[in-house]
């Protein structure tokens, strides 16, 4: 099975740069996405690295590895509203099943 | 406006008590899951279904049921419900092509067992 690592928690100052960590230890996927939910609500798609390399999205972008088993999600130019819980994910069979990680839960503070 | 629409989005009942949560989507994708969402767990896949009357197994199905009918619905049904499955609840979709890497997931169902 898939096993996606995340830290539980970081904490970044407003206008700064954070870095989200993700390790897996899998077989084989189809790609690696990254989620972000905020408190209460549903998890919104933020990015997908099919092909290792860095992704760019505005202020978020989101780097793969498959060689190393490692990605990140990169926010710049902080906002509060950033303030989330971030998850990695991976589908594998086609897609079909998806293993999310533990997720990490960003605070911005001023 | 592309949506998933889940029923009900607050629940208390009590142990063995047959329920259903309900999951519509209106993107005419082909693929749809449930999760359960657990605090130190992250999202869980329960159960998947990539087409009418074709459903698998996710990581968690122990006491859960679904079914899919219509391509649109893909209901989650709890025979008998226990504390355990106290948790929070999100019904996905997405495509199945190129753009299949994006799901779509409802605004979720929180459930209490008592």
């Known amino acids: 099975g898939q096993s996606l690592e995340q830290p539980s928690e970081v904490t970044a100052v407003e206008g700064a740069i954070v870095q989200i960590n993700c390790t897996y230890q899998?077989?084989?996927?189809?790609?690696l996405s990254w989620y972000q939910q905020h408190d209460g609500g549903a998890p919104t798609f933020l990015s997908y690295?099919?092909?290792?390399g860095l992704e760019e999205k505005g202020r978020f972008s989101s780097f793969l590895s498959r060689s190393k088993g490692y990605s990140y999600l990169l926010l710049k130019e902080l906002q509060m509203k950033d303030s989330a819980s971030y998850f990695c994910?991976?589908?594998?069979?086609?897609?079909?099943?998806?293993?999310f990680g533990t997720g990490t839960k960003l605070q911005v503070i001023p | 406006e592309a949506q998933v629409t889940q029923n009900p989005r607050y629940l208390i009942t009590v142990t063995g008590k047959k329920l259903t949560v309900t999951c519509s989507q209106n993107m005419n994708h082909e693929y749809m899951s449930w999760y359960r969402q657990d605090p130190g767990l992250g999202l869980r896949q329960i159960y998947y279904s990539m087409n009418v009357e074709v459903t698998d197994k996710g990581d968690v199905p122990e006491g859960y049921k679904v079914s899919r009918k219509e391509k649109r619905n893909f209901p989650l049904i709890l025979e008998s419900p226990s504390p355990n499955q106290t948790s929070l609840y999100f019904c996905?979709?997405?495509?199945?092509?190129?753009?299949?890497?994006?799901?779509?997931f409802g605004e979720g169902s929180w459930l209490t067992v008592v």
């Open positions: 994910a991976v589908g594998s069979g086609g897609y079909q099943k998806v293993t």
């Open positions: 690295n099919g092909l290792d």
């Open positions: 996905a979709s997405r495509d199945t092509g190129f753009s299949g890497n994006t799901i779509y």
């Open positions: 899998t077989s084989g996927f189809y790609g």
